[in-house]
C-alpha cells in the first residue's frame, strides 16, 4: 500500500524563488536562508519519496478573483508554471501523478470533503519555491507532485480544524492505494507576516516558536486557534499557516521532528521549516505489508534520522 512517511514545511516567499532565478543564493541575505535547507535536501535525497502532495495557495494565477476554490487537487498529468508577470519561472514543468490524484479525490469527496477537481492548471510560485528549497534546481523534479491549492486570500479561508481533519481524509485515501508508494506531504507558507496595512511588516517569532512546538507536540491546540486570533498574533498572511496543518492532519498523533530551522526575514516574512517523520513502527508495518525483508532493528535511515532529531534544531 502507500504510505505517508513524512511532512515538510516550507515558506513560499517570491523573492526566494527570484533569487534563484537571479543567481543571488549566495549573497549573505539569501545565503543565511538557503543555507537552512541544505541538511532537508540530503534528507529528502535519501528518504527518495514516490510522489511528493503539495499543500500550496495560488496567488490569482490559476484562480483568479473570479473563481476561488476553498481546495483545489491537480488530477492533471502535469502543471505548466505560470507566467506571473515576469514570464513564467524558469524550472521543470511539474509532472502530476493523475492516478493516485484520482484516488485521493475519490476518497477524500466521499469521505464529504467538497475538493474542486484541476485537469488543467498552472502552478505558480506557492508551489514551485517549496519544490526548489527541499530538491534544489534540477533538471527534472525528482518525482511527481500532487498539488492542492487551499484558498488563504480571499476571507473566508477554510478553519485549522477542517484543514487538519482535511490531512486526515487524505491520509486514509493514500493508505486504500494498493500500489507501494512512499509519499512526503508539504505544507507551505508562513510564518508570520503581514504585507499590506498599517501592520505591514509585523513579525511575531514567540508565536512561531510556538506554533512549531506545538505543530510537532501538540497539533490539536492549533487546530483551535481561530483565523482572528492567528492574524492577530502572526499579521494578516500568517492566516497560511492552516495550510500546515492538512500536513499535519496527514502524520501519525506522535511524530519525530528530525529538523527544524527558523530565520527572519526573507522578503517580509519569517522562515519556519520542519521536518516531521511518521514514528519508525509505522514505517516497519509498511515495509512489512510490501513484502520487503522487515528486522526487528529499525531501519538504518529511519534510525539515523531519529538521532539526529536530537542535534538538528538548528534556530538562527
Ligand atoms: C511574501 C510572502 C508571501 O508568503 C507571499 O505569498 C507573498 C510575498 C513576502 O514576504 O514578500
Ligand atoms: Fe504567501
Given at each position: 500500500?502507500?504510505?505517508?512517511?513524512?511532512?515538510?514545511?516550507?515558506?513560499?516567499?517570491?523573492?526566494?524563488?527570484?533569487?534563484?532565478?537571479?543567481?543571488?543564493?549566495?549573497?549573505?541575505?539569501?545565503?543565511?536562508?538557503?543555507?537552512?535547507?541544505?541538511?532537508?535536501?540530503?534528507?529528502?535525497?535519501?528518504?527518495?519519496?514516490?510522489?511528493?502532495?503539495?499543500?500550496?495557495?495560488?496567488?490569482?494565477?490559476?484562480?483568479?478573483?473570479e473563481?476561488?476554490?476553498?481546495?483545489?487537487?491537480?488530477?492533471?498529468?502535469?502543471?505548466?508554471?505560470?507566467?506571473?508577470?515576469?514570464?513564467?519561472?524558469?524550472?521543470?514543468?511539474?509532472?502530476?501523478?493523475?492516478?493516485?490524484a484520482?484516488?485521493?479525490?475519490?476518497?477524500?469527496?466521499l469521505?464529504?470533503?467538497?475538493?474542486?477537481?484541476?485537469?488543467?492548471?498552472?502552478?505558480?510560485?506557492?508551489?514551485?519555491?517549496?519544490?526548489?528549497?527541499?530538491?534544489?534546481?534540477?533538471?527534472?523534479?525528482?518525482?511527481?507532485?500532487?498539488p492542492?491549492?487551499?484558498?488563504?486570500v480571499?476571507?473566508?479561508?477554510?478553519?485549522?480544524?477542517?484543514?487538519?481533519?482535511?490531512?486526515?481524509?487524505?491520509?486514509?485515501?493514500?493508505?486504500?492505494?494498493?500500489?507501494d508508494?512512499?509519499?512526503?506531504?508539504?505544507?507551505t507558507?508562513?510564518?508570520?507576516?503581514?504585507?499590506?496595512?498599517?501592520?505591514?511588516?509585523?513579525?511575531?517569532?514567540?508565536?512561531?516558536?510556538?506554533?512549531?512546538?506545538?505543530?510537532?507536540?501538540?497539533?490539536?491546540?492549533?487546530?483551535?486557534?481561530?483565523?482572528?486570533?492567528l492574524?492577530?498574533?502572526?499579521?494578516?498572511?500568517?492566516?497560511?499557516?492552516?495550510?500546515?496543518?492538512?500536513?499535519?492532519?496527514?502524520?501519525?498523533?506522535?511524530?519525530?521532528?528530525?529538523?527544524?530551522?527558523?530565520?527572519?526575514?526573507?522578503?517580509?516574512t519569517?522562515?519556519?521549516?520542519?521536518?516531521?517523520?511518521?514514528?519508525?513502527?509505522?514505517?516497519?508495518?509498511?515495509?512489512?505489508?510490501?513484502?520487503?525483508?522487515?528486522?526487528?532493528?529499525?531501519?538504518?535511515?529511519?534510525?539515523?534520522a531519529?538521532?539526529?532529531a536530537?542535534v538538528?534544531?538548528?534556530?538562527?
Amino acid at each position: 500500500m502507500a504510505r505517508i512517511i513524512a511532512g515538510v514545511t516550507s515558506s513560499h516567499v517570491p523573492a526566494i524563488g527570484a533569487a534563484i532565478d537571479n543567481h543571488r543564493q549566495a549573497e549573505p541575505y539569501w545565503q543565511r536562508v538557503f543555507r537552512g535547507f541544505e541538511r532537508s535536501k540530503e534528507w529528502i535525497a535519501k528518504v527518495k519519496p514516490d510522489v511528493c502532495i503539495v499543500v500550496y495557495n495560488d496567488h490569482a494565477s490559476a484562480f483568479s478573483v473570479e473563481m476561488i476554490p476553498t481546495f483545489a487537487l491537480g488530477t492533471a498529468t502535469e502543471f505548466p508554471i505560470a507566467d506571473e508577470g515576469w514570464g513564467p519561472r524558469p524550472v521543470p514543468v511539474v509532472k502530476g501523478d493523475p492516478e493516485l490524484a484520482s484516488h485521493i479525490a475519490q476518497s477524500v469527496i466521499l469521505d464529504e470533503f467538497d475538493l474542486t477537481l484541476c485537469n488543467k492548471m498552472e502552478v505558480d510560485h506557492g508551489l514551485t519555491v517549496p519544490l526548489n528549497l527541499m530538491f534544489g534546481s534540477p533538471k527534472e523534479w525528482p518525482c511527481p507532485i500532487i498539488p492542492l491549492a487551499v484558498n488563504v486570500v480571499q476571507f473566508p479561508p477554510p478553519t485549522g480544524n477542517r484543514c487538519f481533519n482535511l490531512g486526515k481524509a487524505i491520509r486514509k485515501a493514500v493508505e486504500s492505494y494498493p500500489k507501494d508508494l512512499k509519499v512526503v506531504v508539504f505544507g507551505t507558507g508562513g510564518m508570520s507576516h503581514q504585507i499590506s496595512g498599517q501592520r505591514a511588516g509585523l513579525i511575531n517569532s514567540k508565536f512561531d516558536h510556538a506554533f512549531l512546538d506545538n505543530l510537532t507536540r501538540n497539533p490539536k491546540k492549533l487546530t483551535k486557534l481561530s483565523h482572528l486570533e492567528l492574524m492577530r498574533e502572526a499579521g494578516a498572511e500568517g492566516v497560511e499557516m492552516v495550510m500546515w496543518l492538512i500536513m499535519r492532519g496527514a502524520l501519525d498523533d506522535k511524530v519525530d521532528e528530525v529538523y527544524r530551522f527558523y530565520t527572519v526575514p526573507a522578503s517580509n516574512t519569517a522562515v519556519g521549516h520542519i521536518i516531521l517523520e511518521n514514528r519508525i513502527k509505522g514505517a516497519k508495518k509498511a515495509l512489512a505489508k510490501s513484502g520487503k525483508p522487515a528486522s526487528k532493528k529499525p531501519a538504518p535511515k529511519l534510525k539515523r534520522a531519529a538521532a539526529r532529531a536530537k542535534v538538528d534544531r538548528i534556530r538562527s
